[in-house]
């Protein structure tokens, strides 16, 4: 039996980036889940009370471009998605380079067969930003979703940080977490009292 569960995004986010390497992996060696990948602007989540929000002024947030950007491949070229995904990822946490540059973007698309000038066409068009918006809020409502990477399954929603990147055993350490979000729900915070340098 497939299983099935979603994990929330933002590019920024190293945690996220460990969590999506493992789901990555583990699809790209044959695990039987069906993934909703959702994007989460933590722009948005830090916006101070009072101030205008990143669906408002997007120029504002340096997360927003690629978060779009990724979301488009995902939805209008969702073979690609996975090597986009893994490389707009590395694009920011392997080369420091800025997700909020168009350039790095497009190089990003270019570089794995996704045509640049369609991806931008809805980024600029604002359906890209209205897409990103809309699942953010609906997650933030529905499952009290504060951050990234979120692993939701059914009802149950749970924060989660990975230390490490994708091992050998990615599939086991993502069907670990989804089984201890489904099966043990009255855990609700097991976090160890010091990181292991």
């Known amino acids: 039996m497939s299983l099935s569960f979603a994990v929330t995004w ?20 044959g695990a ?14 830090h916006v101070e009370e009072g101030q205008p929000s990143v669906w408002e002024k997007p120029e504002q947030d340096n ?16 073979d690609r998605f996975p090597a986009v995904h893994r490389a707009l990822f590395a694009a920011r946490h392997d080369d420091a380079l800025k997700l909020d540059d168009p350039v790095v973007v497009g190089s990003v698309l270019r570089e794995h067969g996704v045509d640049e000038h369609a991806v931008f066409a809805l980024i600029y068009s604002g359906e890209a930003l ?45 069907e670990r977490v989804v089984d201890l979000l489904t099966g043990w729900p009255e855990l609700n915070e097991f976090k160890h009292t010091s990181v292991p340098r």
């Open 32 to 45: 039987d889940w069906r993934v909703a990948f959702l994007p989460f602007s933590l722009g948005q989540v």
């Open 130 to 174: 209205s897409r990103v918006q809309s699942e953010h809020e609906q997650y933030a409502q529905s499952h009290t979703v504060w951050g990234v990477p979120t692993f939701i399954a059914g009802d149950q929603a749970v924060f989660v940080r990975l230390m490490h990147r994708a091992p050998a055993g990615a599939i086991r350490t993502v």
């Open 63 to 78: 997360g927003i471009l690629a978060l779009q950007a990724g979301v488009v491949v995902r939805d209008e070229y969702p």
């Open 10 to 29: 933002d590019y920024r986010c190293p945690f996220a980036r460990n969590a999506h390497e493992h789901v990555l992996t583990g699809l790209a060696a």
